[in-house]
Every structure is written in C-alpha cells, then in structure tokens.
C-alpha cells in the first residue's frame, strides 16, 4: 500500500511501537510521518481552492490565416502557493502558434498548449498567444487540465476544466472576377419593382373582389364595413433579393466519401457570393443542407438586408461540415411557398443529380431567374435547360476522395 494511502496508519503504528519499545526515535518518525502527511493532505485537498485558469479571444470570428490573440491567466486568490503546477489547454488540431510548436494529444483532433511553473501566494501568471487557423470552420479553445500537489509532493491533484470555447473561421473570399464571373453585373439586370410579384407583409390599398382571388387576400373588416367583398392590394417587392443555394454533396452516395477540395471551392464561392450581394445593396439568403452546430435543421436564413445578415451567412458557411442533413432538393421542397416571389437564386454546387436539376427546373418555371453555380466540371447544363450554368473557377482539377 503506497504511503499517500497509509500514512496515518503507518504514522500511528510507529508512535504504538515507539512507546511500547521505550524509544523515542521510533515514536519521534511516527509523529513526524502523522506531521508531515497531516499538512500535505490539508495542502492537497486547498492546493486548488480559490484558482482560477482563464483564457479569452481576442475575437470570435476571423478569416483563414489571420492572427487571434489567446490570452491565458493563471491566478492564486488565497496565502496557500502551489509549489509547482501544469496546465494544458486543448486547440483545434488546425490551429497554430506564432513561434511555438503545439504537443500532441490522445484525443483525436485537439492538441495542447503547456506550461509548467509555481506560483506563490496571491500570485498571477499571464500568458497571450497568437493564434492562426489554416481551415474555415467551427473550432474549439479548450477543455483544460491543471495539476498541482502539495509541497512534499506527496497527493498530487489534477483539476479539469471542461469549459470550451470556439472560434469561427470564415471560408476564403475571391472577387467575382478571379471565379471568371463579371464583377458588376454577374448576374445579369436585376428586376425592378415588378407588379407580378408582390409583397404580402406591404398592403398598397383595397379593391373590389375579383374571381379567383384567394381567401387570405380578403379585408373582412373592410368588406363588413362596405357590405361588399374587398380584397388586399399589396406593393410588390420593396428590395431586390437574392437567395443563395448550397449543395454540400460531392459525390451521389454520402458512404463513398467527400472531395474536400470541391466542398472547399462550393463554400467560398457562395461566400464570394454573399459579399458581392450585401456590398450591392441586396437582401441575401441562405439555403443549404447542413446544419448549425448541435442542431438538426438544414442552414436557412431568410433573404434580409440586416447589418448582421452578412457576418450570420458567413458564419453559416463557416460551420459546414461534410455530413448533411439529407439533398439539397428535399431542403427545396420543404421551403416551398416561403422563397420570396421573384427572386434571384443562385445555386451553388459541384454536383446536380436529377432530384436537385429537377427542383432548379421547377423554381425557374415558377418565374424565378435561377442562375447556377457549377464548382467542378460534373455540372451538365444539358440536364438544366433554359438555366444559365457557369463555372465558377476559370480551371477545374479531380481532387482526391476523402472518406
């Protein structure tokens, strides 16, 4: 039995033999044996009492490659120092250090910062790191381990602090022009305020029932007022609009894996896309089949011109993983009457199986203008006839298969 399980036992035992014995030495080792393991259980079980390790970003979004400082703080609130200590704080395995190499973890996809040191009563120590992720996405800061032990060393402790942070990496951005797209019109004139579409939230006036209008159409107070049926005028469109449509998929079956660099290209381009839209003025949405971190819906944000809307897009696009939540088309059909009439959608995608060329032929027969997005030589225009297919990238390459 180790010493650190025993030694109130062991130390007892001495002290017993000690006097039975009639020496002193021997009882003088137990009392020092109960002394010493009486003070480095107390230390040991306070060693954490009152110390906090903290850590905050300097932001919480950034793009590809740039710097993010990480500040850490290692602090001692209480007259009980900690002779020596350990922390580890997990990173995202696509994070680097300016100037530092990162240690290896057993748990897949994290690595470690570490510092060693002690730190005396009401001591603090500071540290700030320069992070750079080299991959858009979701990444996490944390959790932490901390050890210490009591000044003999005897009851070592570990704290773990399983507070985790993230920081979300935004896909590259390309001027439309280096995707071989138009910089100012790359999709064509927009539509103006068009009476063909309109507006239900904006109610222009009243008018007389006609056959065929819908029940939802009709003013009843209106009508109770007149004693006859009046229907709802509405404003057409106020903003031109357009809606964004992502398909993660890059191969027909999800077991045969994912083609990284094609999943890469389809997020940027739609990102490229979404910048173009907000910095002209457009209400821009968003439509994909993956999800938001711990949510099972497919990413949907509806076209609006919100300061926020453009950073809320990016970030969607950001977290997209190659998992999905089911085909772009199934999240097409689900949407249904709720795509502003009239708008511009852009698909995006480096593969159009038929259920998807299907839903893009019916949007565009519902009188959309539906352009496509192709981000990899798969796309055939021949099964979206009347669409307008362009490749967004002036060269495609077959990338390898990621399972």
Known sequence: MPFRDAWLLVGGLLVVIGFGAAEPVISAVGFVIILVGGVSRYWSRHVFDRVSLTRKLGERRTFIDEAVSLDVALENRKPLPLPWYQWRLGLGESFR??????????????????????????????????????????????????????????????????????????????????????????????????????????????????????????????????????SRVYEPP???????????????????????????????????????????????????????????????????????????????????????LGDLAGAIHREGGRMPAGSTIVVVASLVPEPLAAAVRRLAAEGHEVFVLATSSRVDPSHLPGISVRAAGKEFSRPKVTA
Do not use: C
Request: charge should be neutral; aromatic fraction near 10%; hydrophobic fraction near 40%.
């Open 97 to 230: 250090m300016d100037g530092e190499g990162l240690t290896a973890s057993a748990v897949p996809g994290l690595s470690y910062i570490v510092r060693r040191g002690a730190l005396s009563w009401y001591g603090r120590h500071d540290w700030r790191f320069q992070l750079r992720s080299g991959e858009r996405g979701y990444h996490q800061v944390g959790p932490a381990t901390l050890r210490s032990s009591d000044i003999f060393g005897v009851f070592p402790r570990i704290h773990e602090d399983e507070q985790v942070q993230h920081l979300v990496v935004f896909p590259h951005v390309f001027p439309l022009e280096e995707l071989g797209l138009p910089a100012e019109r790359p999709f064509g004139e927009f539509r103006g305020r068009n009476r063909m579409f309109e507006d239900p939230l904006r109610v222009a006036g009243l008018r007389d029932y006609r056959p065929g209008d819908s029940l939802r159409r009709i003013d009843w107070k209106a009508t109770a007022r007149r004693g006859d049926l009046q």
């Open 238 to 324: 106020a903003t031109q609009q357009l809606y964004l449509l992502v398909n993660i998929d890059t191969m027909e079956k999800a077991w045969e894996g994912y083609l990284k660099d094609e999943l890469e290209l389809t997020v940027s381009v739609a990102a490229s896309v979404a910048v173009w839209a907000a910095g002209s003025k457009l209400a821009v949405g968003i439509l994909a089949n993956g999800s938001f971190p711990g949510s099972d819906r497919p990413i949907r944000l509806a076209p609006s011109r919100s300061r926020d809307q453009l950073t809320r897009i990016l970030e969607a696009l950001a977290v997209i993983q190659p998992l999905t």
